[in-house]
């Protein structure tokens, strides 16, 4: 039997593969576990994105903890770092986000943080998913009556908490900053655009209105080529792009170049080593890293730490040597000064802070780092594992490799959150690229 859990929570299409009665499962089960840790009711904290089956998943989620005796509090659509923040503060056992993050809207997932903030170590996912199990098969747990039946609480007013928490991460103010912002028509269009607002800048606003089939559709941090568009219509200082649940943050600088997740690290890094902020002088990021991300940091007399792709791999490199920034190329990015988790919002600030504190515009301090050009195919397949496993797709990553020699590199990997297998290259050469990650995919797509 395959592990329920994925990389970011259980994921799959809504009502096909993730369907109400396994929420109403994890609901219960989640209770159970850390119920035994709380007194009376414990409060599980609930938030979600704008996608359609959103409602659907959270109603199952909420009979599911009320049948345990625990207390389900929603938060509505709210950002994901949001819940991660909002469980510590209002002393909840657990918080959990309906969410699939970039997918397309007909998929959506459940992912949980503890009472800390910090998503679940394996091992406590485990523990719920052995709970889920005998759920299904035979549930013998107990099942509270009367005045001890769990209850739901509706806590709007946890956004604007959230809204406040996210202005008090910069000192800046941007008045004089014209900015595009895409939300995605994801769990950030209200948040975002209050917070911008609240800090003075002129925001012009894409994909505000969600309707529960829009997200991530053609916008967003997945989709940036309309971002792009407008901030060279509005003659913008910088676009800012979100993904779903808003835990990623991509920008567009005045020229229309790509500012990803491997640039914004590294003009962050460089305000927090101007004010002596950045332990060690090291940025933790991952094999995805481009090769331009190395040279930069080391340039500026900085170093890097890699861990595998997934930002639970960056955090824990991060607070077993107590780094305060890491992230991925993706644009997820982890400040441990402000949050448990990758913060969208609290990025894109410090980015904004930084060009402020520099001086400087969004295009040169995106000019701080020169990107080599990468190739990432995505292959869908039925077996990740015999995809990768396969001698064949071997000898032809191996074939490239030896052809790129030292000038470049290949990675191939299995997606953690989709049936897909990766193929990235990266070197000075795109034609030469192409054709080595084409060869490679088309024998995955063999296998």
Known sequence: MSRLFGTDGVRGEANSQLLPELAYRLGRAATLYFGKRSEGKPKILIGRDTRISGQMLETSLMAGICSAGGKAISAGIIPTPAIAYLAKKIGAA?????????????????????????????AVEDEIEKIVREIETDDKFARPTGAKIGEIEYRHDLLQDYIDFVFETTQENFTGLKIVLDCANGAAYEAMPAVLKKLGAEVHLLSVEPNGININDDCGSTHIENLRLEVLKQKADIGIAHDGDADRCLCIDEHGELIDGDHILIMCAKLMMDADNLPNNTVVTTVMANIGFRQAIESL???????????????????????????????????????????????ALQVLTAMKKSNKTAHELN?????????????????????????????????????????????????????????????????????????????????
């Open 301 to 347: 007399g900085g170093r890097y730490e890699v861990t595998a792709v997934g930002d639970r791999y960056v955090l824990e490199n991060m607070l077993k040597n107590g780094y305060k920034i890491g992230g991925e190329q993706s644009g997820h990015i982890i400040f441990t000064d402000y949050s448990t988790t990758g913060d969208g919002l609290i990025t």
């Open 94 to 122: 657990a918080g959990i986000v309906i969410s699939a993050s970039h997918n397309p809207f007909y998929d959506n997932g459940i992912k949980f943080f503890g009472g800390d903030g910090y998503k679940l170590p394996d």
């Open 367 to 447: 000019k701080m780092m020169t990107t080599f050009p990468q190739v990432l195919i995505n292959v869908r397949v039925q077996d990740k594992d015999k995809a990768q496993n396969s001698e064949t797709i071997k000898r032809a990553i191996a074939e490239g490799e030896e052809e790129l020699g030292s000038t470049g590199r290949i990675l191939v990997r299995a997606s953690g959150t989709e049936p897909l297998v990766r193929v990235m290259a990266e070197g000075p050469n795109k034609a030469q690229l192409d054709r080595i990650c084409n060869k490679i995919a088309a024998e995955i797509a063999k296998v």
